[in-house]
C-alpha cells in the first residue's frame, strides 16, 4: 500500500424496492464497513477530466463516431437498389446506435462535470480528495444479490463532513430511513 494513496473507509447501506398494489416502498439495512484505496496519479487523471471533458469525449466516444461516420458512408455512397437497401438499412442503425451510445457517453460526462462546480472553493488537495472518492464510487459494487432479490447499495463516507451531520441531515443526504439513519450515525461514531 502506498501513503501517497488516499484511503476511504464507507458504510455500506442495502435498499431493497417493494413493488406491490399501494405502490413502491423501500426496505433498508445497514452492510459492513467497506475499504478503498485510489492511487493518487488516478485521481488526477479523473480530476482533470473533470476539468477538461472534451478530451474524455472525444477519447470516450471515438468508437461510436467511427460507427456514426461508417454508418453515414453506407447510407450516402451507395446506389438505390433491392440489394443495397439492407446495406443502407445498416447504415441508417449504425448511425443511430452511434449517435445513442455517444449521447449517453456524453450526458454521463456532463454530469460528472457538474461535481467539479461543487470543487471550485476547495484548494487542489481536497479537490483530488473528492475525485478520487467518485473513482471508488464507479468502482465499487452498485447491486447486492442475495437468493431472493437483489438491493441497490449505496455508501456513507465515513469522514469529517460526514461526522459532523446530525441523524435527520444524514438521512436527508443519504435518503435514509430514519431508523437507519440512526443505526448508521451510531456506527459511524461508534468507529471514530
Do not use: C
Not at 450526458?107 to 462535470?113: A, E, G, M, V, Y
Request: proline content about 1%.
Amino acid at each position: 500500500m502506498n501513503n501517497n494513496n488516499f484511503k476511504f473507509r464507507a458504510l455500506e447501506v442495502h435498499t431493497l424496492h417493494i413493488r406491490d398494489f399501494t405502490g413502491e416502498k423501500i426496505v433498508q439495512a445497514v452492510g459492513e464497513i467497506k475499504e478503498f484505496e485510489i492511487a493518487r496519479a488516478a485521481a488526477e487523471l479523473e480530476l482533470q477530466a473533470f476539468i477538461k471533458p472534451l478530451k474524455l469525449i472525444l477519447n470516450n466516444n471515438f468508437k461510436f463516431i467511427i460507427l456514426i461516420l461508417i454508418g453515414v458512408i453506407l447510407i450516402f455512397t451507395l446506389t438505390a437498389s433491392a440489394q443495397i437497401f439492407m446495406i443502407k438499412a445498416l447504415g441508417f442503425i449504425a448511425v443511430f446506435a452511434g449517435l445513442a451510445a455517444a449521447a449517453a457517453s456524453v450526458k454521463d460526462i456532463l454530469n460528472r462535470r457538474r461535481f467539479l462546480l461543487d470543487l471550485n472553493n476547495l484548494d487542489h488537495e481536497d479537490a483530488l480528495r473528492h475525485a478520487a472518492w467518485q473513482l471508488a464510487l464507479k468502482a465499487a459494487p452498485k447491486k447486492f444479490n442475495n437468493d431472493r432479490d437483489e438491493s441497490d447499495i449505496d455508501y456513507i463516507l465515513i469522514d469529517d463532513d460526514n461526522l459532523r451531520l446530525d441523524i435527520k441531515a444524514l438521512a436527508a443526504k443519504y435518503n435514509l430511513l430514519n431508523a437507519i439513519a440512526a443505526q448508521a450515525y451510531e456506527i459511524i461514531h461508534d468507529l471514530n
